[in-house]
């Protein structure tokens, strides 16, 4: 387990070193005889290890050094542990990658995933129980409502940018805004009944963080009783955003981050079950990403920044 304090620990101090020194070597595994993909927690520990660990083999299988998986407690530790060299590649949400970005950590943003609609990106939406009594965002005034994490996209950004935008501000239109700490507990605050509404992702009506949680048997109402989709209302849509990218560190030698790249667009025709896998089979194939398509969710997190410096 990856936090902002241990940043893998002592063990990883050698690659640290090696994870930001720059000069091109003829072998760059010599000094990268193992690597470290660190992810955030979109889901719990577990499944999120499930998920991610496939594809730290895949990529020690391809790069021909081990891979070592370490799923962080929160997104600040991902953006650390890249700072401290700790990481050698990541994957963000986009607003993690964006907060890396404005602090200072140099990372490259290699591939996002291209979902089966076609689309490269999602949307954040605000939930809440299809038998409750709120039927539109401006029902929930004065309610509680889950958030993820600070540094999440769909789970706090984007909610709070677009709400803003309509004239409602996230910490003073709702009673009170907690952070859940992953897209999975979130929605299981609401199905809890812990609180009134829930922030999350949204990729379409079968594809999104709900239906995966749902195809897993994991979402149950507070009598224990087994949930599905139509269980939950969208009550809040944002506009469309671009996917996270796996990113590497910018220092590595431009031929290991050439071959970190390639592996992930290979994955899919390589290793077509542990692809399949990163999204319960609704991803097609990963697709390059710039920096530039990014650039308006650095400005949406920077806007946040401003808001929240003018109301404290």
């Given at each position: 387990m990856l936090n902002r304090r241990t940043l893998f620990g002592a063990a990883f101090a050698g690659l640290a070193l090696a994870g930001v020194a720059s000069p091109a070597f003829a072998d760059w595994k010599a000094d990268f005889p193992e690597l470290t993909i660190a992810v955030i927690p979109a889901e719990n520990a577990s499944t999120t290890t499930d998920r991610y660990q496939p594809l730290a083999d895949y990529l020690g299988k391809?790069?021909?050094?081990?891979?070592?998986?370490?799923?962080?407690?929160?997104?600040?530790?991902?953006?650390?542990?890249?700072?401290?060299?700790?990481?050698?590649?990541?994957?963000?949400?986009?607003?993690?990658?964006?907060?890396a970005v404005l602090t200072g950590v140099e990372v490259d943003p290699l591939v996002v995933p291209r979902h089966s609609n076609g689309a490269t990106g999602y949307y954040s939406v605000i939930y809440t129980l299809a038998n409750g009594p709120y039927k539109s965002i401006d029902d929930l005034k004065g309610k509680t409502l889950a958030l993820v994490d600070s540094n999440s996209t769909s789970g706090n950004n984007a909610p709070r940018f677009f709400l803003h935008r309509d004239g409602k501000d996230v910490d003073t239109f709702f009673g009170k805004a907690i952070f859940a700490g992953s897209h999975d507990n979130a929605v299981l605050a609401l199905a809890q009944g812990t609180v009134d509404?829930?922030?999350n992702s949204w990729?379409?009506?079968?594809?999104?963080?709900?239906?995966?949680?749902?195809?897993?048997?994991?979402?149950?109402?507070?009598?224990?009783?087994?949930?599905?989709?139509?269980?939950?209302r969208i009550v809040f849509k944002t506009d469309f955003l671009p996917e996270?990218?796996?990113?590497?560190?910018?220092?590595?030698?431009?031929?290991?981050?050439?071959?970190?790249?390639?592996?992930?667009?290979?994955?899919?025709?390589n290793d077509a079950k542990a692809f399949a896998g990163l999204s319960d089979g609704k991803d097609t194939e990963f697709v390059a990403i710039e920096p530039a398509t990014l650039q308006p969710i650095i400005d949406m997190v920077k806007f946040n920044d401003e808001q929240r410096k003018k109301g404290s």
């Open positions: 391809q790069l021909g050094v081990p891979v070592k998986l370490a799923v962080a407690t929160d997104y600040a530790a991902v953006i650390e542990a890249q700072r401290a060299g700790n990481a050698q590649i990541a994957m963000y949400g986009p607003a993690s990658y964006a907060r509404a829930a922030a990729n379409s009506e079968d594809d999104s963080n709900l239906t995966r949680m749902i195809s897993k048997g994991v979402l149950k109402n507070a009598d224990g009783k087994p949930m599905t989709k139509e269980d939950f996270g990218p796996f990113s590497v560190l910018s220092a590595l030698p431009a031929d290991l981050k050439a071959q970190i790249k390639q592996a992930f667009l290979d994955m899919p025709k």
